[in-house]
């Protein structure tokens, strides 16, 4: 198991960025592909972008793509999400999870940080 703990929430205006961090310990964090979700109050939890274990991949949603940029830094067992061009529509939860593939399913990632909240005023 890979346990996952998010950080670098916040509250910021429309256009702004935010860098998202997820710290992994336990299983070999670099032997796992890495995926970003969010959750909307009222909403259901959904795929944002994703990064294979090499980094040789990545993979967004297109309501994100050109705005967020995915990353992983395997020597410091952390990922990371930077986001700009923020967009009141961004706001949510988001999580980070990882597992064997680049995957938008949620149902297919093993291991779940608990979340961190974005929240973009406009």
């Known amino acids: 198991q890979v346990q996952l703990v998010e950080s670098g929430g916040g509250l910021v205006q429309a256009g702004g960025s935010l860098r998202l961090s997820c710290a992994a310990s336990?299983?070999?964090?670099?032997?796992?592909?890495m995926g970003w979700f969010r959750q909307a109050p009222g909403k259901e939890r959904e795929f944002v972008a994703a990064?294979?274990?090499?980094?040789?991949?990545?993979y967004y949603a297109n309501s994100v793509k050109g705005r967020f940029t995915i990353s992983r830094d395997n020597a410091k067992n952390t990922g990371y999400l930077q986001m700009n061009s923020l967009k009141p529509e961004d706001t949510a939860v988001y999580y980070c999870a990882s597992s064997f593939g680049l995957y938008q399913r949620p149902d297919m990632y093993d291991d779940w940080g608990q979340g961190t909240q974005v929240t973009v005023s406009s």
């Open positions: 336990g299983r070999t964090f670099n032997n796992y592909a």
């Open positions: 990064i294979t274990w090499s980094s040789s991949t990545t």
